[in-house]
């Protein structure tokens, strides 16, 4: 072979390799890429993420690995939740449509996409319903329903983006009601009915929903209560109903060990949010006597739904649907 024969068969040579190199790298990059994605961190959005339920959620998602958006009012409340590693905490007022835009853009903007959203933030408006003010009624259904609403209408793009989950934390008593707990019930059993609607709705793209029913658990919700009917001027004196106002704030105070620790909520939610098979309903309470009561509950209005009429089912046949039901959830 000539002197320039060989010069250029080596340069053809490690240009050829240089390539093979560049490309190989390049295959190495989009691999990694690739697992990078596959293996990121799921994300949820918890909204009322500073104390009880939501506090208790956002730390036990975070400390399995995945990231919370911890949505929070209060600048200290804020401030806390960012100390938490896998934590970023997001300015959220359930009611203000600004701040749930601003939140919007801030998640979107992170980069992460958007797994999962917990409609956690609630409040508990406890009064007779023919002495509680518009305003008081205006803001259990403002924060309890409308903030779910809203938030779940602002995000559903990145959930359905991702194919995840939505999480509405309801309560025992969207199940049943009684005394007092007029507005709080209706607030909640409206929160069901979203929650059966939304789960048709976003089927359609992947989405599951469920409800969280949690019984008597640690929070600030009552506490928070009765300061807002404190500053509301209310007091139980005035109410035809003293003696149950007073009986249940005594109860509230005097029975700690009444309450469940609230990490039981936040491991339901979690499998809500994650597990292959999540439940349309999670009844979550810290005691038996609890869960028969709402059960029993149900039955009761089956029972007064069936009485009656021209098509009344039999004993054998509610048997039957109750087999058919039970056998179709296993």
């Given at each position: 072979?000539?002197?320039?024969?060989?010069?250029?068969?080596?340069?053809?040579?490690?240009?050829?390799?240089?390539?093979?190199?560049?490309?190989?790298?390049?295959?190495?990059?989009?691999?990694?890429?690739?697992?990078?994605?596959?293996?990121?961190?799921?994300?949820?959005?918890?909204t009322?993420?500073?104390?009880?339920?939501?506090?208790a959620?956002?730390?036990?998602?975070?400390?399995?690995?995945?990231?919370?958006?911890?949505?929070?009012?209060?600048?200290?409340?804020?401030?806390?939740?960012?100390?938490?590693?896998?934590?970023?905490s997001?300015?959220?007022?359930?009611?203000?449509?600004g701040?749930?835009?601003?939140?919007?853009?801030?998640?979107?903007?992170?980069?992460?996409?958007?797994?999962g959203?917990?409609?956690?933030?609630?409040?508990g408006?406890i009064?007779?319903?023919?002495?509680?003010?518009?305003?008081?009624?205006?803001?259990?259904?403002?924060v309890?329903?409308?903030?779910?609403?809203?938030?779940?209408?602002?995000?559903?793009?990145?959930?359905?983006?991702?194919?995840?989950?939505?999480?509405n934390?309801?309560?025992?008593?969207?199940?049943y009601?009684?005394?007092?707990?007029?507005?709080?019930s209706?607030s909640?059993?409206?929160?069901?009915?979203?929650?059966?609607?939304?789960?048709?709705?976003?089927?359609?793209?992947?989405v599951?929903?469920?409800?969280i029913?949690?019984?008597?658990?640690?929070?600030?919700?009552?506490?928070?209560?009765?300061?807002?009917?404190?500053?509301?001027?209310k007091?139980?004196?005035?109410?035809?109903?003293?003696d149950?106002i007073?009986?249940?704030?005594?109860?509230?105070?005097?029975?700690?060990?009444?309450?469940?620790?609230?990490?039981?909520?936040?491991?339901?939610?979690?499998?809500?949010l994650?597990?292959?098979?999540?439940?349309?309903?999670?009844?979550v309470?810290?005691r038996?006597?609890?869960?028969?009561?709402?059960?029993?509950?149900?039955?009761?209005?089956?029972?007064?739904?069936n009485?009656?009429?021209a098509?009344?089912?039999d004993?054998?046949?509610?048997?039957?649907?109750?087999?058919?039901?039970?056998?179709a959830?296993?």
């Open positions: 072979m000539s002197k320039s024969l060989s010069v250029a068969f080596n340069a053809v040579l490690i240009l050829v390799l240089i390539t093979t190199i560049l490309l190989d790298g390049q295959s190495v990059a989009q691999a990694e890429s690739s697992a990078d994605k596959s293996t990121a961190q799921k994300a949820v959005l918890i009322g993420a500073s104390t009880g339920l939501g506090r959620m956002t730390e036990l998602l975070a400390s399995k690995g995945y990231f919370v958006f911890a949505g929070a009012r209060k600048d200290k409340d804020l401030a806390e939740l960012n100390d938490i590693q896998n934590v970023q997001v300015r959220l007022d359930v009611t203000s449509q701040d749930i835009d601003a939140a919007v853009e801030i998640i979107t903007d992170a980069g992460r996409g958007l797994y959203l917990v409609n956690n933030a609630g409040v408006v009064w007779p319903l023919i002495e509680i003010d518009e305003d008081d009624f205006d803001f259990q259904m403002d309890n329903l409308y903030g779910p609403y809203r938030v779940t209408k602002a995000f559903s793009p990145l959930i359905m983006e991702s194919s995840g989950r939505i999480t934390i309801s309560s025992v008593s969207g199940i009601s009684g005394p007092l707990f007029g507005s709080y209706m909640k059993h409206a929160l069901e009915a979203f929650t059966d609607a939304l789960a048709a709705e976003l089927s359609r793209f992947d599951q929903v469920s409800a029913e949690p019984g008597a658990y640690t929070s600030k919700i009552g506490e928070n209560w009765v300061n807002r009917m404190k500053e509301r001027g007091d139980p004196e005035d109410s035809l109903y003293k149950d007073q009986g249940l704030l005594n109860w509230s105070t005097e029975n700690p060990d009444s309450f469940g620790d609230p990490v039981e909520v936040a491991q339901a939610a979690m499998h809500a994650f597990d292959e098979n999540p439940k349309r309903r999670y009844l309470v810290p038996q006597a609890q869960a028969e009561f709402a059960i029993r509950a149900v039955i009761e209005r089956l029972v007064q739904l009485q009656g009429h098509f009344s089912l004993r054998d046949s509610l048997v039957n649907m109750l087999d058919e039901a039970l056998a959830n296993e």
